[in-house]
């Protein structure tokens, strides 16, 4: 049964494995942890980073944009000292420099989605996303295991061709780290 607060602690370790990563392939960047409630994730010479690391499969790869519960912005879109986000998804990281994607979403170029997502206890909560598979070079619904050697190009969002926010993908999976 899913727990809330065993994901919570799952994410916050991904946190700091991803950060540990980027330490490694990127060291002149100076990745450190950082962390809390309505801060940051991490920071690095290019400012604040913020890590969204899911543990299924997204078949629309996408990214949360608000609670429409609490009608409150996610971080990385309020907090413009967040440089960069990095999407930890089945072995891969994908990078997305904040200020391109926040023009973005207020010129609305993304497609928007609602979605209710379990809490875990029973109750689930109405969030807002933007879409980045329908922006990317692989569209198409694909099932994992046909997807996962060329996941970066579903959330590669090469659709986008001025400012576009996807700086790039890693697939640490094959780094061996």
């Not at 913020?50 to 629309?60: A, G, N, Q, R, V």
């Not at 409150?72 to 413009?80: C, E, G, R």
């Not at 109750?123 to 598979?133: A, G, N, P, V």
Request: hydrophobic content about 30%; overall charge negative; glycine content about 6%.
């Amino acid at each position: 049964m899913y727990n809330w607060c065993d994901t919570f602690r799952w994410g916050e370790s991904e946190e700091r494995r991803v950060i540990n990563i980027m330490r490694i392939i990127k060291p002149e960047l100076e990745f450190k942890s950082t962390g809390g409630k309505d801060q940051p994730d991490g920071e690095c010479k290019l400012g604040g980073v913020e890590i969204k690391s899911y543990s299924t499969w997204y078949y629309k790869p996408c990214l949360e944009t608000k609670s429409m519960v609490s009608n409150k912005k996610s971080l990385w879109i309020t907090d413009t000292s967040i440089k960069l986000l990095i999407v930890n998804h089945e072995g891969w990281l994908h990078l997305y420099n904040c200020d391109k994607l926040r023009y973005h979403i207020e010129e609305g170029t993304f497609p928007i989605f609602y979605s209710d997502v379990s809490q875990g206890n029973g109750t689930s909560k109405r969030m807002k996303f933007i879409t980045l598979r329908d922006m990317s070079t692989k569209s198409g619904h694909l099932e994992r295991d046909e997807a996962i050697e060329y996941d970066n190009l579903r959330w590669d969002c090469s659709l986008i061709t001025d400012k576009c926010p996807y700086i790039t993908s890693l697939n640490i999976d094959a780094l061996n780290l």
